[in-house]
DNA sequence: GACGATTGGAAACGATCGTTTCCCAACTGG
DNA sequence: CCAGTTGGGAAACGATCGTTTCCAATCGTC
């Protein structure tokens, strides 16, 4: 009942966020995050109660959205490690191309505010545990079939770790031939062949 | 001539670092460098031209003493390969012991700063490519020795990487066994044995 | 069609931001 | 011992910070 909205919530979440990303949380003013969505201050404190709210929102966001692309890609590609493989060239195309929104925002927050704000700290946290149990899943999977060597988990973490260090190298204007000949370095070394 | 300075100027840098470290650059105030480092607020502009500056000068600082810490590693130890394994030892210790300074100030303000400050940027990048070319230097060493199979700036690009993302770990709360799990593993993957 | 509820937005809040100004203290060269 | 130069710090600068308040506009409900 009474009056409804006039913007979709799911859209100016996605606009804050990408404000907060290209220039850091700390350095993105109300103003800014006015402009950016379209709404006035009064509106984004009525919808959202304060900016730390509104960032931990964001980032909720987004790292759902990564938890499905990374299942989604794994279910559908032939086997496990062949969706592994796509992911990865998934996360290159991610890291490499989105200028000047380089990187991966879970990584900016992580750097920026997994120190200072626990609720962040704690949704990185736990997206760890899920992308890095996924991996693992599937690298178990590539290890059975004969196509990975090693401890199943000590693979998946650095594979995860190895993405992290990717998306910090984003900021800094990595390349995509850096990033692939990175990502193919480690596939090299890891699998069998 | 004229008045001498009443405080030690590297000791004021290492101060300033920590809390910039600590919390971010952004979410560091001046009145909270003075605290930090004792000195005035005006005292701090008249010494240093303003905040980014002081900013720059902690990273330039930080840098310098990362690239004589690898050279010194590197020159102690039997051969290169053996030295790149102890530096990889003190970088664990580094971003899992100095809580609650976790990680690497360089991975901080490559995700904080980089996209919007050009000369944080900058001076990130110039000091990767030197560290990459000097692991790149004993990587290719152990190439030769038979001890290390690929590619050797692939290499030194994977292990780069992976040091960078074990640095945004910390910021999470990274364990010892968990840090040292990725890195034997990728060791583990790139060694010959 | 009046009412309660909710939204959108302009304006203002005190607090704090990075920076500058001003004045005195401390030192050197003559 | 005086002139000149630099360091240290209190105070104040305008600007902007995150947040709240207030009011008109708009809906469902009676």
Redesign the pocket.
């Known amino acids: 009942?009474?009056?409804?909205?006039?913007?979709d919530e799911a859209e100016v979440v996605d606009r804050a966020r990408n404000a907060f990303w290209a220039q850091g949380v700390a350095a993105?003013?109300?103003?800014?995050l006015s402009d950016a969505t379209g709404?006035?201050?009064?509106?984004i404190?009525?919808?959202f109660k304060?900016?730390?709210q509104l960032c931990a929102l964001t980032l909720e966001d987004y790292l759902q959205q990564a938890q499905e692309h990374l299942a989604d890609t794994l279910a559908a590609a032939p086997t496990p490690w062949d969706g592994l493989r796509a992911w990865l060239e998934d996360i290159i195309d991610q890291a490499v191309d989105t200028s000047p929104t380089r990187g991966c925002y879970a990584v900016e927050l992580a750097a920026e505010r997994a120190a200072v704000d626990d609720r962040v700290r704690s949704l990185l946290v736990d997206h760890d545990a899920v992308i890095r149990d996924t991996v693992a899943a599937a690298v178990r999977d590539a290890v059975g079939a004969g196509r990975v060597s090693g401890d199943a988990d000590g693979v998946a973490r650095l594979i995860c770790t190895t993405i992290n260090g990717l998306q910090v190298d984003a900021r800094k204007g990595l390349t995509r031939p850096e990033a692939r000949a990175t990502i193919d370095t480690m596939l090299g070394a890891l699998q069998t062949d």
């Open positions: 009942m009474a009056r409804p909205r006039e913007f993105t003013s109300i103003a800014d709404l006035s201050v009064g509106s404190y009525k919808a304060s900016k730390d």
